[in-house]
């Protein structure tokens, strides 16, 4: 937009917000005569316009109504998925220590493994996972079993 | 008005039951006030139903504020909203042709936004001359014109064209009247 249309808009937009103050302010009694004056039923008007009203509400109503479903649907997925297995950290290092003992591991885990006592839990975990990648241990399903 | 009067905001139910409340003369305030931000990028009807939407879905409308006031606020913001999209509008035309139907180009097309520019500047220069041209009777009425569009306060104008409270008063009644016969239903060339 040019500068001259730029400047020109802001002008009409400032009398615009004037004659909005003037609008609010005027008294009823002389609102509702000027608009007799120009032929304005000001009853039939309002009829008018409370029938847009209501149309924008049952618009906004359906809106809220289709977000809400889609909100229901996000919930229901949510919760709808497994909850993670829970897992029985002593049985996990007995489980390792058993590999370790057997030798059919790669050496570097082996060696690593070895050293099970020092493990934090997610090691042992994760070195159970990658065993089982290799195919070297069974994996276990949710419910705590070898799948 | 108290710290609880200012931080308090109607519910969606009591901003519904306030609109279906209104007077017949508040009716005919928000009609004109959509009239006057109405523009050719949102017309004045579209103007009421967004600001009824945007009342309803949960814009924050003060209790010590009156509803009309909230909505002609409202109306004020979508119609500059409007305009400044206009101004900065990039518009992305669709390549939909053989093989390409998806394609599109992401390329602003600057002749697009340039005509409704132009189409804007017009609409905007043909308006402020048919109001002037109202008041060729009243140079009084034209100097006040051009005061409020240069923004400045009463005081300020009243200053400038030497008119105690009551005539100026009655001038900008006078200047609200006539703007608002011409353009019943809105600022259209």
């Known amino acids: ?147 | 008005m108290n710290l609880h009067q200012s931080t308090a905001t109607r519910s969606r139910d009591e901003i519904i039951e306030a609109i279906r409340a209104l007077s017949n003369a508040d009716w005919v305030r928000l009609r004109q006030v959509a009239n006057l931000y109405g523009r050719p990028s949102i017309t004045a009807d579209d103007l009421l139903q967004e600001a009824f939407a945007r009342a309803m879905d949960g814009r924050h409308c003060p209790v010590h504020v009156d509803v009309v006031r909230f909505l002609a606020e409202a109306m004020r913001s979508i119609a500059h909203g409007e305009q400044e999209k206009v101004a900065n509008r990039m518009v992305f035309p669709s390549a939909e042709s053989g093989d390409r139907q998806k394609a599109v180009l992401r390329q602003p097309d600057p002749a697009g936004s340039a005509e409704d520019r132009a189409l804007n500047a017009e609409h905007t220069q043909r308006i402020r001359t048919q109001l002037f041209s109202l008041f060729d009777d009243d140079p009084t009425a034209r100097d006040i014109l051009e005061c409020l569009m240069e923004g400045l306060t009463a005081e300020e104008i009243r200053e400038l064209t030497d008119l105690d409270k009551t005539a100026y008063a009655s001038k900008r009644k006078l200047i609200r009247r006539r703007i608002d016969k011409q353009y019943p239903e809105g600022w259209k060339p």
């Not at chain 1, 290092?93 to 570097?108: F, G, K």
């Open chain 1, 1 to 147: 937009m040019t500068g001259k249309n730029e400047t020109e808009r802001a002008a009409l937009d400032r009398l615009a917000d004037a004659l909005v103050e003037d609008i609010l302010n005027v008294s009823d009694e002389d609102i509702l005569a000027e608009f007799a004056e120009q032929g304005g039923d000001a009853r039939q008007h309002a009829e008018k316009m409370r029938s847009l009203f209501e149309a924008t509400m049952l618009v906004t109503n359906k809106r809220r109504m289709a977000a809400a479903k889609a909100g229901v649907a996000a919930t229901r997925r949510t919760s709808h998925q497994p909850p993670p297995p829970t897992v029985d950290i002593a049985e996990a290092r007995a489980r390792l220590r058993t590999l370790v003992e057997r030798s059919s591991a790669p050496s570097n885990l082996t060696l690593a493994a070895r050293k099970e006592e020092e493990l934090s839990n997610a090691d042992i975990l994760g070195m159970l996972e990658d065993l089982a990648e290799l195919g070297i241990v069974a994996p276990k399903n949710g419910d705590g079993e070898e799948s």
